[in-house]
């Protein structure tokens, strides 16, 4: 079971990393980054296998995420044009914020906040924001199937409002900024796009799939570590 201080505390945690990155060199940025791991290590610790599987899953899957988006397509960058250490293991963070959220809160209460929240973002940036937001609008009406039809639409809704606030927060203080376009496609994006949290959807969707295949994998491992050591003792 996890932890309701989770939604507060990792996102505090990570507020306030943001801020201290853009006060730093690589050297620190490093540091930081160690640092996150270890934050990451200790908040898994005390949770069941398949929720540290579905923590290490959406890390796996949004790494890859990161290095497709910022450094070989360009769509954003970070502040010293690298992809920090403390992103990777911010993102297990980032999920355990967001179902630690939507356990705190009613079911329908928090899918409701996030549909209402990524509707009206998507609408602003295809109206009223000052940076044209198109492709954002892609991922908005991905998000809302999400939470009509999934089964974990509150793991999603939690995670949709974390991430939202995380990227109000982080382009707004340049720890990363989103391009204006597509590169290559020439569709324009908001900074942030409000498809950036909405998007972070398939992260999770993939993270749960694979979570029971990594908690079975494990457990046969350790069947077999068991085994070999329990044969080496009756030798």
Same mark, same amino acid.
């Given at each position: 079971?996890?932890?309701?201080?989770?939604?507060?505390?990792?996102?505090?945690?990570?507020? /306030?990393?943001?801020?201290? =990155?853009?006060?730093?060199?690589? *050297?620190? %940025?490093?540091?930081?980054?160690?640092?996150?791991?270890?934050?990451?290590?200790?908040?898994?610790?005390?949770?069941? +296998?398949?929720?540290?599987? %579905?923590?290490?899953?959406?890390?796996?899957?949004?790494?890859? /995420?990161?290095?497709?988006?910022?450094?070989?397509?360009?769509?954003?960058?970070?502040?010293?044009?690298?992809?920090?250490?403390?992103?990777?293991?911010?993102?297990?963070?980032?999920?355990?914020? /967001?179902?630690?959220?939507?356990?705190?809160?009613?079911?329908?209460?928090?899918?409701?906040?996030?549909?209402?929240?990524?509707?009206?973002?998507?609408?602003?940036?295809?109206?009223?924001?000052? %940076?044209?937001?198109?492709?954002?609008?892609?991922?908005?009406?991905?998000?809302?199937?999400?939470?009509?039809?999934?089964?974990?639409?509150?793991?999603?809704?939690?995670?949709?409002?974390?991430?939202?606030?995380?990227?109000?927060?982080?382009?707004?203080?340049?720890?990363?900024?989103?391009?204006?376009?597509?590169?290559?496609?020439?569709?324009? =994006?908001?900074? +942030?796009?409000?498809?950036?949290?909405?998007?972070?959807?398939?992260? =999770?969707?993939?993270?749960?799939?694979?979570?029971?295949?990594?908690?079975?994998?494990?457990?046969?491992?350790?069947?077999?570590?068991?085994?070999? *050591? %329990?044969? =080496?003792?009756?030798?």
């Amino acid at each position: 079971m996890i932890s309701r201080r989770y939604a507060i505390v990792l996102p505090a945690y990570l507020a /306030g990393l943001l801020a201290l =990155d853009t006060q730093v060199g690589l *050297h620190v %940025q490093l540091a930081l980054g160690a640092l996150t791991f270890g934050v990451l290590v200790a908040a898994l610790w005390p949770l069941s +296998p398949l929720v540290r599987a %579905q923590a290490i899953g959406v890390v796996l899957f949004a790494t890859v /995420g990161e290095v497709t988006g910022s450094l070989v397509w360009g769509v954003y960058h970070y502040r010293l044009h690298n992809l920090p250490l403390f992103i990777p293991p911010g993102h297990g963070l980032v999920y355990l914020s /967001g179902v630690a959220l939507s356990r705190s809160l009613r079911d329908r209460g928090v899918v409701w906040a996030a549909a209402t929240g990524a509707g009206a973002w998507g609408i602003a940036g295809l109206t009223v924001l000052p %940076q044209l937001d198109v492709a954002g609008a892609f991922g908005v009406r991905l998000l809302l199937v999400f939470l009509w039809r999934s089964r974990w639409r509150a793991t999603y809704a939690g995670v949709f409002l974390v991430v939202a606030a995380l990227e109000l927060y982080g382009t707004s203080i340049g720890t990363w900024r989103w391009a204006n376009e597509l590169p290559g496609l020439g569709i324009p =994006d908001g900074n +942030p796009p409000s498809g950036a949290a909405s998007g972070y959807v398939w992260f =999770d969707v993939m993270a749960l799939l694979v979570a029971p295949w990594l908690v079975g994998l494990a457990q046969a491992f350790r069947g077999i570590a068991t085994e070999r *050591h %329990q044969t =080496d003792v009756a030798l």
